[in-house]
């Protein structure tokens, strides 16, 4: 599935592996993809600004859209990640 994959991609999956044979429908490989650690600060950095660009593409299509999160440090030391930004 080309979309879901470069969906993955784009919030910093790779492909890791293969499981060959893995959809029973039509025996397609199936990619096993992993990302860097959550805890990698360089990571949460490009987390925070791929959903800080999402929020502004968003804005005016959206209502009622929460703010942009936090600073990646700001986060850190309310105990979230920078992705759980306004989460209680």
């Known amino acids: 599935n080309a979309p879901a994959q470069a969906l993955y991609r784009k919030w910093g999956f790779s492909v890791q592996g293969v499981r060959r044979r893995y959809y029973s429908d039509n025996n397609e490989d199936a990619h096993i993809m992993w990302s860097r650690a959550l805890s990698d600060d360089p990571y949460q950095a490009e987390l925070v600004e791929l959903r800080t660009?999402?929020?502004?593409?968003?804005?005016?299509?959206?209502?009622?859209?929460?703010?942009?999160?936090?600073?990646?440090?700001?986060?850190?030391?309310?105990?979230?990640?920078?992705?759980?930004?306004?989460?209680?």
Do not use: S, T, Y
């Open 53 to 88: 660009r999402l929020l502004a593409r968003l804005a005016g299509q959206v209502a009622d859209l929460p703010p942009a999160p936090p600073p990646v440090e700001a986060a850190r030391h309310a105990g979230r990640g920078p992705w759980e930004a306004g989460k209680r």
